[in-house]
């Protein structure tokens, strides 16, 4: 019976994961992608202040610019979809009716948030590379975008392994 472990309770029978669904490896991912989300959008206006305070536009081209707006709208939609699972999962274990059919538009409307977001990996992937590709941008622009490409895509991986985006409403 390799992987299976027993435990004191002769009706459980727990069994070994692999580092990638550790305790550990999830706290680091989700509190990792959390922060970088959360520091994207909260300093979205920050930047957008300290800009008009010393009367600095920044030059880019309209595809620049949806692009940049893309990315924000990413790490927004991504944030949201955290914070609404977790809000989600913390009630229904106080009320475990939450997963009735009667629920089922409020979880239909996060997995919708969820595809948006993993959806826009894609701009922040080629906002990474293209960023890497063209010298004008500096090398902190370099690592976050890189740090944010690694926060959507450790984003896409969390969703797609415990499949929250399922079409289905089976669980």
Request: proline content about 3%.
């Amino acid at each position: 019976m390799g992987g299976l472990l027993f435990g004191d309770n002769p009706t459980e029978v727990l069994q070994r994961l692999s580092w990638t669904h550790s305790k550990s490896f999830l706290q680091v991912l989700l509190g990792c992608m959390i922060a970088i989300f959360a520091l994207t959008v909260l300093l979205w206006p920050v930047a957008a202040l300290v800009q008009k305070h010393y009367s600095r536009q920044l030059i880019m081209s309209p595809q620049q610019s949806r692009l940049r707006l893309a990315l924000k709208l990413t790490c927004l939609m991504n944030l949201a979809f955290l914070a609404f699972a977790m809000g989600m999962l913390a009630y229904s274990v106080q009320h475990p009716a939450m997963f009735d059919s009667e629920h089922d538009a409020w979880i239909r409307f996060l997995q919708v948030i969820g595809w948006i977001g993993a959806l826009g990996t894609f701009p922040v992937l080629f906002s990474a590379y293209s960023s890497w590709r063209t010298r004008a941008f500096g090398w902190w622009t370099k690592i976050y975008n890189t740090g944010l490409a690694l926060a959507c895509v450790g984003f896409v991986w969390f969703v797609v392994t415990f499949h929250l985006l399922k079409f289905s409403l089976k669980y």
